[in-house]
C-alpha cells in the first residue's frame, strides 16, 4: 500500500525551464528526504526535513531549493534545468527515531528527463 | 570517510541457488544497516536490517550478517527466485537524518 506520493510520474523539459516537484507522506512521519537517483541507480540524499526544518543540505547546486508547509508535505523546485539535472528524484519519510522503529519509506520516485 | 563499498556490481545466479552480496565501510560512527531492494519503476524498499550489536538476523529466505571488527555486512538469499530479481542496495547510517547507500548490485535469477 503506497503512503509515500510523489507527483508528477515523469516530467520532461528542456534545458533553462523551471520545475517542481510534489511529495506527501501519510504516515504521520516526522522526518523527509529528498534523493536523487541517476541512470546507474546511485542513490544520493540531497536534503532531509525534520518538522519542516531543513537537517541536512547536500552539496547539491543551488538551483535546487526544497519547500516545506508541514511535516507531511516536501516539495522540490529546480530552477534553471541542466542536463545533468536528468534523474529519478525520490522522495522518503521516516519517524525521528527510525533506527529503533521503522525504517525509511520510499515514494515510487520522479524521473525527469532535461532535453 | 562517509563510503559504503557493495559488490558485486552484477550477479546472475540460478532459480534455487543462494546469492550473496557484500558490502563494506568505514565509518565507525554507523550503528544500522538496512537493504532495500528495488524493482524497475518503484521506489526502494526495506528487505532487512541489523544493528551494530548484532552479527545476525534472518528474515525467511534472506539473512544479513554483520562484521563489526571487520565492518562487513552480507547479504544471503537463499532458494533464489526469478521473483528476487532486482537492484539491492545495502546502507549505513548512524541518525535518522542520513544514509549512506552503496552503488547497488542488479541480481537476475534465471528459471
Known amino acids: 500500500e503506497t503512503a509515500v506520493f510523489q507527483t508528477p510520474n515523469y516530467h520532461v523539459t528542456q534545458v533553462g525551464n523551471e520545475v517542481s516537484f510534489n511529495c506527501k507522506q501519510t504516515l504521520g512521519h516526522d522526518t523527509m528526504y529528498w534523493y536523487k537517483q541517476d541512470s546507474k541507480k546511485l542513490l544520493k540524499i540531497m536534503f532531509s526535513y525534520n518538522n519542516k526544518q531543513l537537517i541536512v543540505n547536500e552539496t547539491v547546486p543551488r538551483r535546487f531549493s526544497p519547500q516545506s508547509s508541514d511535516k507531511a508535505h516536501l516539495n522540490l523546485r529546480i530552477k534553471s534545468v541542466e542536463p545533468e539535472d536528468s534523474a529519478v528524484y525520490l522522495c522518503a519519510s521516516s519517524p525521528t527515531d527510525w533506527i529503533n522503529q521503522d525504517t525509511q519509506y520510499f515514494g515510487p520516485g520522479t524521473r525527469l528527463l532535461v532535453l | 570517510q562517509q563510503q559504503v563499498r557493495q559488490s558485486p556490481q552484477s550477479l546472475t545466479v540460478w532459480e534455487g541457488g543462494t546469492t550473496v552480496l557484500t558490502c563494506s565501510y568505514e565509518?565507525?560512527?554507523?550503528?544500522?544497516f538496512p537493504w532495500y531492494q528495488q524493482f524497475p519503476g518503484e521506489g526502494p524498499a526495506l528487505l532487512i536490517s541489523?544493528?551494530?550489536?548484532?552479527d545476525k538476523k534472518e528474515d525467511g529466505r534472506f539473512t544479513t550478517f554483520f562484521n563489526k571488527r571487520e565492518k562487513k555486512l552480507s547479504l544471503h538469499i537463499i532458494d533464489s527466485q526469478p521473483g528476487d530479481s532486482a537492484t539491492y542496495f545495502c546502507a549505513a547510517s548512524e541518525n535518522a537524518y542520513k544514509v549512506i547507500f552503496g552503488k547497488g548490485t542488479h541480481l537476475h535469477v534465471l528459471p
Open positions: 541489523i544493528l551494530s550489536v548484532s
Open positions: 565509518d565507525s560512527t554507523f550503528n544500522y
